[in-house]
């Protein structure tokens, strides 16, 4: 089956930047999503990227995907207390199932 | 717009019991996702519904497990006889038509048995 892999924890002080790293094993995803959960909440999408496309800027957010590699990672400018959260990616291979990887632990230390 | 509701937000259930929990998608979106989140993971998907058909399940939706849309519209998911190993998150999500912007997800409800 689909394998999605992130480190779990990143920690980063306020005003850096974070870059959170996703690997996947399906050479065949269509889209990749990233979701932020915060505590007790549900999951929220941040932002996606089309596999033929190498990135995507949102405003604080930037998105990169190495198909070769099938890496795909965040960066978050300026990052801010209200960033700290698990940050999960998601790919979408066929039909209507995501797969998600473990989710990546943000700290953001004031 | 009031988003994805899910209730009850938290179910403390004995091992044995059945239980049964509802989600309410956005009014106008057509399909409907659930999946489960154990601590330390992400989700895994259960099953999805387009309107009331139920177009796909995982084999993780186990014969104790079962899913219904009746109208389209709000959904219910039941799991019988309940074991230790069901204690988890269960999201709900619905999107309208393809799926490029992703789902929208609910809070969530928390089963613990006991």
């Known amino acids: 089956g689909e394998d999605v892999e992130q480190s779990l924890f990143l920690s980063v002080r306020e005003g850096d930047s974070s870059v959170i790293n996703c690997t996947y094993t399906?050479?065949?995803?269509?889209?990749l999503y990233w979701y932020k959960q915060e505590p007790g909440a549900g999951l929220q999408l941040l932002t996606y990227i089309f596999s033929n496309m190498d990135m995507k800027q949102d405003q604080r957010l930037t998105v990169l995907l190495n198909k070769k590699d099938k890496h795909l990672s965040l960066r978050i400018a300026d990052t801010q207390t209200g960033d700290s959260a698990i940050y999960f990616c998601a790919e979408r291979v066929t039909g209507n199932q995501f797969y998600f990887g473990t989710g990546t632990s943000l700290t953001v230390i004031p | 717009d009031t988003g994805v509701s899910q209730d009850p937000r938290h179910k403390i259930t004995k091992r044995g019991q059945n239980v049964t929990f509802r989600c309410d998608p956005i009014?106008?979106?057509?399909?409907l996702y659930w999946y489960r989140q154990t601590l330390g993971q992400g989700p895994e998907f259960l099953t999805y519904f387009q309107n009331e058909a139920q177009l796909e399940k995982s084999r993780l939706l186990s014969d104790r497990f079962s899913a219904e849309r009746p109208k389209g519209s709000f959904s219910t998911l039941e799991i019988q006889r309940t074991e230790q190993g069901d204690s988890a998150m269960y999201l709900c999500?619905?999107?309208?038509?393809?799926?490029?912007?992703?789902?929208?997800f609910g809070s969530g409800t928390r089963l613990t048995v006991v």
């Open positions: 999500a619905s999107s309208l038509g393809g799926l490029v912007y992703g789902y929208t």
């Open positions: 009014s106008e979106h057509n399909r």
């Open positions: 399906d050479s065949s995803s269509t889209y």
